[in-house]
C-alpha cells in the first residue's frame, strides 16, 4: 500500500497526533493506512538474552504494565506514565511517539539514554537506528515514504545501573514538558543525561567516571559540573518557557534525577 498508494500518505497507530493534526487541518493527507490490524506490530513486548524487543505498536500503558521494562529500564516507565492521559496512554504507541518526532517527546529522549536501536522495514528487508540517526530535528525522521518502523530494540545492560526521570510542566497533569531530562549511573561512577524540549533532538550527555562529586557533596560545586554538562542544550523561547528558564531548571533536573538514579544503582547492587 504504502509503494502504490502515490501522493501523501499518512500512517495511523494510536492517532492521539495524527487525528488531531487532521481535524485542526495541520496535518494533510491523501491517504491515511490504519496499522492497529497488522498483527505483528501487535504481538507483544519479548526478550532475548542480550536485549528487549517492543513491536512498534505498543501503547505506552502496555509499556509500563510490562514487568520486564519495569524491571530493566524505570525510567522509560517514568515517562511512558505522564504521556498525556490515561485514555491517551491506553492509544498512544511507543512506535508513534517516536515517528512524532516532537522535541517535547518524553519517551525519546529516554530511549536514547538506554541506546535504543530502531527496526525499520524496506521494501526489500529491514533496517536499523539508533534514536539520534532517526530523529533529524523537529518533526523530521529519517523514513523514507517506503518504509515503516516495526519494533524498538533496547540492549539490557551486563553490569547494574541505575536510572531516573523527570520533568517540569506548566501544569500537574496532561501536559507538554518544558524540560525533561532522565539520568543513568553505572557502577562504576560513569553517568549520562538524556534531554528533552531542549533541543531539535534527543540530547546525550556523559560525565566520566569520578566526574561528578557525590551527592553529599557542596551543592555549589555539584552544580557547576552540571551546568557546564548542560550547555550542550539550546532551548528556545516559546509559549511553555523562555530558554533561559529551560536552561536553569535543566541544572535543578539534572540534581534531581542524579540523586534519584544514584538510590536506585545502591538498591540494584545491594544484598
Known sequence: MLATAGGEVRLLAGGTDLIV?????????????????????????????????????????????????????PALVQAASVVGSRQIRNRATLGGNLCN???????????????????IQEPKGQRALS????????????????????????????TPSGSAFGRITRR???????????????????????LGAVAPRPLVVEAGAGELPDTHADQAEMDAVLERLMTAATPIDDVRASADYRQAMLTVLARRTFARARENLISEVAP
Open 172 to 194: 500537574k497533569g496532561v501536559d507538554l514538558a518544558t524540560v525533561n531530562l532522565s539520568c543513568r549511573i553505572w557502577h562504576d561512577g560513569q553517568v549520562s543525561f538524556a
Open 101 to 119: 518526532a516532537s522535541p517535547a517527546a518524553d519517551t525519546v529522549p529516554v530511549l536514547a539514554l538506554y541506546g535504543a536501536t530502531i527496526v
Open 21 to 73: 493534526g487532521l481535524r485542526h487541518h495541520t496535518v494533510s493527507s491523501g491517504y491515511v493506512i490504519d496499522l492497529k490490524g497488522i498483527a505483528e506490530l501487535q504481538r507483544g513486548i519479548s526478550q532475548t538474552a542480550d536485549e528487549l524487543v517492543v513491536p512498534a505498536g505498543t501503547t505506552m500503558t502496555a509499556l509500563t504494565q510490562d514487568d520486564r521494562v519495569r524491571r530493566h529500564f
Open 131 to 158: 534514536v539520534q540517526e532517526f530523529i533529524k530535528g523537529n518533526r523530521d525522521i529519517a523514513l523514507s515514504a517506503e518504509e515503516l518502523v516495526v519494533e524498538i530494540r533496547i540492549p539490557i545492560a551486563k
